[in-house]
Every structure is written in C-alpha cells, then in structure tokens.
T-cell receptor, first 116, second 114 residues
C-alpha cells in the first residue's frame, strides 16, 4: 500500500493566489522529506529538502520565498506556492526515505497544479 | 559533478519479449546505491529495483534484473517477458555517501507492443 500521500491531487487556482500542498508519511516518522517538480516529459527536479523542526534546504535556483516549505511534524510536510503565476504550473511530487544516504526514497502520487 | 545519463529517450518491445534499458552514471564516490524507478501514466513513481554498489551480485526482482558494471559505471535494466503493464517512463537514479539526494537520469519511455 501507499506509504506517502499527497493532497490535493489536482488543483487549479488563479494567478496571484497561494496554494498549499500537503505530503504525509503514512508508515514512518520522517525527519526528512523531499519536494520535486516535474515538467511534462522531463525528469524530476529536486526543489528542496524538508527537515522536521528546522528550515528547509533549497536547491540552487529555487526561490525560497516563492516555495515555502514547512515540516512541522514527523509525518507532515507542506509546500506552499505563494503568489502563483502560470509558469508555476507543474507536477509537484514529494518523497521520504528512512534517513541515511543509502535509503530508498518512496514517492507520493503527486499534485498537478494549474495556475490560470 | 554527479550525473546520470540515459541515452535512450524511447524504447519499444513486443509483448513477452525482453528489453534492456541503458544507464551510465558519473561519481567519484565508491560507496553508493543505484535505483530504477518506473513512472506509469498515473505519474506515481514506483521503485523497480535497487543495487548496492559494494555488492558484485546483480540485483533481481522477478522479471526485472540489472547488469551492474561498477568499473564502467553502467547500470542497465533488463525486463524479461514484457507485459503491457510495463509501459512507463523509467528513471535511473543513484545516491552517494553523505548525500540523501537522489540524482536522476532523463528517463526512457518504454512502449509495449501487443
């Protein structure tokens, strides 16, 4: 069964509004979770590493103020796209491992965001 | 820089036949893990198989097996007895010691012809 869930699976919003995406680890208390972005027919691009109880670590080129990440509990990380614009439309995927470099990452089902 | 290269953007195979997807990677680390993930049309990323770099024996999972050549930094995926449900994007990835971040290849789209 699924070990990572995401909500919502599909969201449409108007330009200028903010959208929050939730990622839940269902079977493991994850101190670290990951947020990816995927454009059509492309690979996954890591946006940031979400750390429970501390600030997220963003990849180079990712706007921290645009993509706010909160990891307030060991089972929940949220990604908020602030003041969304059409170019933010994409597929957002979260994942978690069990800690440690060698651990397999398990992915959520993804969230499709369309900004009009 | 650590990179993963999948040189085949698209592959197709007849149902019930065997297909091999290629993957090469570049890292200066000696200790790492390699993965193949499948992304079907639903876009849910599914782990297919993983390989520990320190193990010489190639990993297998039912119809899926890998050919891991550490010196050549090659990690190909063989799918035997291809089924329609195998149609998907396949991503090769690895993670190295000291880093939790996966490095992904560009993906290979696999089509299964009935």
């Amino acid at each position: 069964g699924a070990v990572v869930s995401q909500h919502p699976s599909w969201v449409i919003c108007k330009s200028g509004t903010s959208v929050k995406i939730e990622c839940r680890s269902l079977d493991f208390q994850a101190t670290t979770m990951f947020w990816y972005r995927q454009f059509p027919k492309q690979s996954l691009m890591l946006m940031a590493t979400s750390n429970e109880g501390s600030k997220a670590t963003y990849e180079q080129g990712v706007e921290k103020d645009k993509f706010l990440i909160n990891h307030a509990s060991l089972t929940l990380s949220t990604l908020t796209v602030t003041s969304a614009h059409p170019e933010d439309s994409s597929f957002y995927i979260c994942s978690r491992d069990r800690g440690g470099y060698q651990e397999t990452q398990y992915f959520g089902p993804g969230t499709r965001l369309l900004v009009l | 820089a650590q990179t993963v290269t999948q040189s085949q953007p698209e592959m197709s195979v007849q149902e019930a036949e065997t297909v091999t997807l290629s993957c090469t990677y570049d890292t200066s680390e000696s200790d790492y893990y390699l993965f193949w993930y499948k992304q079907p049309p639903s876009r849910q990323m599914i782990l297919v198989i993983r390989q520990e770099a320190y193990k010489q024996q190639n990993a297998t999972e039912n119809r899926f097996s890998v050919n891991f050549q550490k010196a050549a930094k090659s990690f190909s995926l063989k799918i035997s007895d291809s089924q329609l449900g195998d149609a998907a994007m396949y991503f090769c990835a690895f993670v190295t010691q000291g880093a939790q971040k996966l490095v992904f290849g560009q993906g290979t789209r696999l089509t299964i012809n009935p």
